[in-house]
């Protein structure tokens, strides 16, 4: 059974038009991150919470922008979808610092 | 800052041989490091991880090594097979909650 779950797998979004991703999770982790994935690229970290503590990457656009209303679910928001945001998006959990994350299977985002 | 490349490092192997892939890793601070595979399309699957007290990490045919002194991790798949066609990817962390990925490698077996 999936623990990390991503809605939707497959998201098209008009130029500049908000749109949201989701991520929940069965295993009560503590530690929710989003990664932005580009083809033949590795992860790239945009943000991560521990519980409830937002922790934004550096370079991350202010553009991005996320939610964690309870432990179990994790919202990726993006305020004004450009062609460059075209990418999969994956959600992934951690018990804590320093242990295994588990990846949803991601949602590849294409903006038209 | 993060590893990213255009093109993958790609590593072709014949079914049944051992394949070795490397990563070298930036941050000397990092003190936990975890392969995945990715198969197109899908999640990071986890492989095997390694903490820093540890040099070599074994499990069902891959074996994980870690060099501190020149910070190159590597891991190694025995008799590979068909099935392990995909990109691996090292992360590391160090003592925070973020996991950082290296450049992957796109690993072909042919027959």
């Known amino acids: 059974d999936a623990m990390v779950i991503q809605n939707p797998r497959y998201q098209v979004t008009q130029f500049g038009k908000p749109v949201t991703l989701s991520c929940s999770q069965t295993?009560?982790?503590?530690?929710m991150y989003w990664y932005q994935q580009k083809s033949s690229q590795a992860p790239k970290l945009l943000f991560h919470?521990?519980?409830?503590?937002?922790?934004n990457e550096a370079d991350t656009p202010d553009n991005f922008q996320s939610r964690r209303p309870n432990t179990s679910f994790c919202f990726l928001d993006i305020r004004s979808p450009g062609l460059g945001d075209a990418a999969m998006y994956l959600c992934a959990t951690s018990r804590t610092r320093g242990t295994e994350a588990f990846f949803g299977q991601g949602t590849r985002l294409t903006v038209v | 800052g993060e590893s990213v490349g255009l093109h993958l490092p790609t590593l072709s192997v014949q079914e049944g041989d051992n394949s070795i892939i490397n990563c070298a890793y930036s941050?000397?601070?990092?003190?936990?490091f975890i392969w995945y595979k990715q198969e197109s399309g899908k999640g990071p699957q986890f492989i095997i991880d390694?903490?820093?007290?540890?040099d070599k990490r074994q499990g069902q045919r891959v074996t994980v090594l870690l060099n501190k002194t020149v910070k190159h991790l590597s891991l190694q798949i025995a008799a590979t097979q068909p099935g392990d066609s995909a990109v691996y990817f090292c992360a590391e962390t160090e003592r925070t909650d973020k996991l950082i990925f290296g450049t992957g490698t796109r690993l072909q077996v042919f027959p």
């Open positions: 919470y521990y519980d409830k503590d937002f922790n």
């Open positions: 941050n000397s601070a990092s003190d936990y």
């Open positions: 295993l009560n982790h503590n530690v």
């Open positions: 390694i903490r820093s007290n540890m």
